[in-house]
């Protein structure tokens, strides 16, 4: 018996439409009653989320069955929808299953097929409303709201992602390992026309020179030892959305050419084949590497650097957002409450202040695993200092640590961090307004950590 399921019943026949009511009442189905099409929507528009199931006479005084599903579908697309009629014809029947009746069923002929049939059409129903809510929470994970933070350096990195989304414009995130790159690169796909689209990560560090290629482009059946079949590369399994490069700088120089092509002309040639494939892929990239840099030395391809960074978002560092540890800790802590079944109420001033104090090399992925490990060891109600690693004993306090510190090292490392941002990381512009050399420059940015 179904329980929780709403049905609505459209029908103009009072004695008919009360029978069918208290049979499918009898069932376990709450039924909404109404004698016309008006009455119909209304009851549908006040009853929108509840309503799994409109059953609906093909022939109403005020509207057609076939009118009524079509207004159905475009309107509230979750329900489904069954047309009843006392005098079924084989094409009346084809012509509604092809705009969208789940079935076509005649009247009074038998009450146990309109059961059946309207279990199914919950069933389904109910599903495609599962689907729809894990669709909003995939959703919803990638936003930009979910970027934890409210620093000036990471507002802006979400400002720039905000504009750049709903565009098809290629974009270059630049950040240090374990910024969070990844998830910008998703926020800007979940943001997009292109959400309801895939959206593939690749990082190009990850496998070697040829495997890459075969990864990304595909191959065909014959194309090399141990090519058994044709197979898709990652290009064509984004078709239509989103392709992540993490560690574009990685990219082998030979590899490099063939995706720029890509980049180009949005087609490439597999492994093995003479003919293009064409895909319609938006482009990000993502490098934890100073790509312009690399470019200026003939390292990495300069006209593949200037198609990559027609829209570049550098994602700050953790030393960068101080004001933001404690958000993202208390994120972390409570994730991790959540899987290991624990109950820690929080964290001691003392052990935020070793957080904000820490230089985090390893950035948002460094203090995660840190506080996946504090919690690990916690008996008591709180996270205090002992929970943390020894490092956080011997580590230097960051230069972000005091705001009242106003060593030279410190307001220069300021400074010139402030320049960056103002030139989009653009360091020979950096250097200019700096009025220093851009060999000067790169010194200060490693001795800084600013890359």
Not at 72 to 82: G, M
Not at 285 to 293: C, H, I, W
Not at 336 to 358: A, T, V
């Amino acid at each position: 018996m179904q329980t929780n399921s709403t049905l609505l019943l459209i029908d103009d026949e009072n004695n008919l439409r009360q029978v069918l009511a208290r049979v499918l009442e009898l069932e376990g189905y709450q039924v909404l009653q109404a004698k016309n099409a008006r009455e119909g929507f209304e009851l549908l528009e006040n009853h929108a989320e509840e309503v799994e199931v409109v059953l609906s006479d093909v022939k109403l005084p005020d509207d057609h069955g076939l009118n009524i599903l079509r207004k159905v579908k475009e309107k509230y697309p979750l329900p489904e929808v069954i047309l009843m009629t006392a005098f079924g014809t084989i094409q009346d029947g084809v012509s509604a299953m092809k705009q969208g009746a789940f079935d076509y069923l005649t009247k009074g002929e038998n009450d146990e097929q309109l059961i059946v049939t309207v279990a199914r059409a919950a069933d389904k129903a109910r599903l495609r409303k599962r689907v729809a809510e894990l669709e909003k929470q995939v959703e919803a994970k990638f936003t930009l709201d979910t970027i934890i933070g409210h620093t000036p350096a990471l507002k802006q990195a979400k400002e720039l992602t905000a504009r750049v989304a709903a565009t098809d414009s290629t974009v270059l995130l630049e950040g240090e390992t374990g910024v969070g790159k990844e998830l910008f690169a998703q926020a800007i796909h979940s943001a997009s026309p292109r959400r309801s689209k895939p959206f593939v990560a690749v990082n190009c560090s990850a496998f070697p020179k040829d495997l890459l290629e075969s990864e990304i482009f595909g191959y065909k059946k014959g194309a090399f030892t141990g090519a058994m079949a044709d197979k898709k590369g990652l290009f064509e399994e984004a078709n239509g959305g989103t392709i992540f490069l993490d560690e574009i700088g990685e990219m082998p120089p030979e590899l490099q050419a063939k995706f720029l092509r890509v980049l180009e002309t949005q087609s490439f040639t597999k492994l093995g084949d003479t003919k293009p494939v064409k895909v319609n892929v938006r482009i990000v990239a993502a490098t934890n590497r100073d790509l312009q840099a690399e470019a200026e030395a003939d390292r990495f391809r300069p006209d593949l650097y200037y198609r990559l960074s027609v829209f570049k978002i550098r994602v700050p560092t953790l030393r960068e957002r101080q004001a933001d540890i404690p958000l993202l800790a208390q994120h972390f802590l409570q994730l991790y409450n959540l899987k290991m079944n624990r109950r820690l109420e929080g964290m001691s001033e003392e052990f935020i202040q070793k957080l904000k104090h820490y230089p985090w090399k390893g950035n948002i992925r460094e203090l995660k695993n840190v506080m996946e490990r504090a919690v690990i060891l916690a008996d008591e109600e709180k996270l205090t200092p002992e929970h943390l690693p020894a490092e956080f004993w011997t580590a230097a306090p960051s230069l972000e640590a005091s705001e009242s510190d106003t060593s030279l090292s410190t307001v220069e490392r300021k400074h010139i961090m402030k320049i960056l941002e103002q030139t989009d990381g653009n360091k020979t512009e950096a250097a200019r307004r700096l009025h220093i050399g851009l060999t000067t420059l790169y010194r200060k940015v490693q001795e800084y950590g600013l890359n």
